[in-house]
C-alpha cells in the first residue's frame, strides 16, 4: 500500500544537537511538506518542495532545514538553533504538480519531539 | 485577521445531534476546500474536498461551499462518540504551491 512513512515516532534532543526526521513516501507524489503542531494548536507549515532540488520556507523556518535529493525523501533538521524544539512534527505530501493547489494533503503518522 | 478561521469551539453536541462546523477564509483566490479529522494523538485524515460552490455529501458529512461569502462548512449528521475529534479547515489559493490551514474546532459527541 502506498503511504508516507514517518521516522521515528518519538525523537529526544540534548541541548545543542541536531536532529533528523525522515520522511519517505511512495505515493509517486512530486509536492512534499512539513508542518509543526503545539498542543492544542493548528499546523504551521515550517517548509514545502513542489519539485526535486527545489524547496520553500514556510511561515516558521527558522531553526529548521530540509533537503530533496529524492523525489521519495523529504527529511527535516531541527537544528540547535530552534529553541523550543518540543512539538509533534507532520510530513505530507499531494499529486499536486508545479503550484497547481488542487489536490489534499497525505499526511504521515508523526514524529514526536522533545528537550532531554 | 487570519487566512483561515474557524469556530472557536469547543463543541459539544448529544449523540443524534447534527454538528456544525465553520470556516471563514479571506482570499477569493482561493479553489480548492477541504475538511480534516484528528484524533488525538493522531495525524489528521482526509474527510471531505469540495471546490464548486454548493453542497457535497459523502454518508453522514456534507460540506458546504459559498464563495461569495468565503466560507465553507461541515455538517455531520446522526452525531456519534466516535465523531468526537478536532476538525480542521484547509484552503488552497490559486497558484500557491501549498494549504493553509485553520486552527482547527474541537468536537466532543456526548453519550
Keep these: 500500500d502506498g503511504g508516507i512513512t514517518q521516522s521515528p515516532k518519538y525523537l529526544f534532543r540534548k541541548e545543542g544537537q541536531n536532529v533528523t ?20 494548536q493548528g499546523l504551521r507549515l515550517i517548509y ?6 527545489d524547496f520553500q520556507k514556510g511561515d516558521i523556518a527558522e531553526g529548521y532545514s530540509v533537503s530533496r535529493e529524492k523525489k521519495e525523501s523529504f527529511p527535516l533538521t531541527v537544528t ?37 | 485577521q487570519k487566512e483561515v478561521e474557524q469556530n472557536s469551539g469547543p463543541l459539544s453536541v448529544p449523540e443524534g445531534a447534527i454538528a456544525s462546523l465553520n470556516c471563514t477564509y479571506s482570499d477569493r483566490g482561493s479553489q480548492s476546500f477541504f475538511w480534516y479529522r484528528q484524533y488525538s494523538g493522531k495525524s489528521p485524515e482526509l474527510i471531505m474536498s469540495i471546490y464548486s460552490n454548493g453542497d457535497k455529501e459523502d454518508g453522514r ?9 468565503q466560507y465553507v462548512s461541515l455538517l455531520i449528521r446522526d452525531s456519534q462518540p466516535s465523531d468526537s475529534a478536532t476538525y480542521l479547515c484547509a484552503v488552497n489559493k490559486r497558484g500557491a504551491g501549498k494549504s493553509t490551514f485553520g486552527d482547527g474546532t474541537t468536537l466532543t459527541v456526548k453519550p
Design chain 1, 80 to 116: 540547535s538553533a530552534q529553541k523550543n524544539p518540543t512539538a509533534f512534527y507532520l510530513c505530507a505530501s499531494t499529486a499536486d504538480r508545479g503550484l497547481v493547489s488542487l489536490q489534499p494533503q497525505h499526511f504521515g503518522d508523526g514524529t514526536r519531539l522533545s528537550i532531554l
Design chain 1, 48 to 53: 514545502y518542495s513542489q519539485i526535486v532540488n
Design chain 2, 61 to 69: 458529512f456534507t460540506a458546504q461551499l459559498n464563495k461569495a461569502s
Design chain 1, 21 to 40: 526526521l525522515s520522511c519517505e513516501q511512495n505515493l509517486n507524489h512530486d509536492a512534499m511538506y512539513w508542518y509543526r503542531q503545539d498542543p492544542g
